[in-house]
């Protein structure tokens, strides 16, 4: 596609739920990653692909997280048992190589848990 | 660790003035991300510098990279209302990992 698209926009959940939140990065590009951005922060690292394995998720919280990108291409970014304090704008990025031309940015997906 | 530290954090400032936003990090760093946000959207990419010395220009923006100091600018000249947002720099670490380290952003706002 043109750019980075996530999927929901807005996510709403009660506690404790699972949510899975989605990335459709730009066509070709093999790495792909995850932020994390809290209110008046800074995006956060959580996860980096490159191809289908995931090269670095030093950046997960704790075992609630999970992030899979099977073929390669789409992203699929899972918490389990969401709490509070998970509520935060999720980005996604992707990037040609090892993003020495840049990273794209997805719009992300704000998702708040009640 | 890498450490990224913006300052200032708050910015006000009127049209036509200039300005400089400061990026200090704290390891070894060769390659340097400047982003912009504007309230409630993503991240949009302004410059990537990539050496010791380099400097990018666009428009009344212009960023430039000091690795000896550890140390990115961005320099605003001639403000104008529509650069209002917030900009962020991120660093890539030297050491293996792939992942960018964010400063916490400075919010810049241009009065008329």
């Known amino acids: 596609g043109a750019g980075v698209s996530q999927t929901p926009s807005n996510k709403v959940t009660e506690k404790g739920k699972y949510v899975e939140l989605r990335c459709d990065p730009i066509?070709?590009?093999?790495?792909l990653y995850w932020y994390r951005q809290s209110l008046g922060q800074g995006p956060e690292f959580l996860i980096y692909f490159q191809g289908t394995g995931a090269a670095d998720d030093s950046g997960l919280p704790n075992d609630r997280f999970f992030a899979v990108r099977p073929e390669g291409s789409v992203s699929t970014l899972k918490i389990q048992r969401t709490e509070r304090g998970d509520s935060a704008v999720y980005l996604c990025?992707?990037?040609?190589?090892?993003?020495?031309?840049?990273?794209?940015f997805g719009s992300g997906t704000r998702l708040t848990v009640v | 660790e890498l450490k990224v530290e913006q300052n200032p954090l708050f910015l006000s400032m009127q049209e036509g003035k200039n300005y400089t936003i400061y990026c200090n990090y704290s390891t070894t760093s060769d390659r340097l991300y400047w982003y912009r946000q504007d309230p409630g959207k993503s991240l949009e990419s302004l410059f990537v510098l990539l050496s010791n010395g380099a400097v990018k220009q666009e428009g009344r923006l212009m960023a430039s990279l000091d690795t000896k100091a550890r140390l990115s600018t961005l320099h605003i000249t001639a403000a104008v209302h529509d650069l209002s947002a917030t900009y962020f720099c991120a660093v890539y670490s030297n050491f293996g990992n792939e992942k960018l380290t964010f400063g916490t952003g400075t919010r810049l706002t241009i009065i008329p």
């Open positions: 990025a992707s990037s040609l190589g090892s993003g020495v031309w840049g990273y794209t």
């Open positions: 066509s070709g590009h093999t790495a």
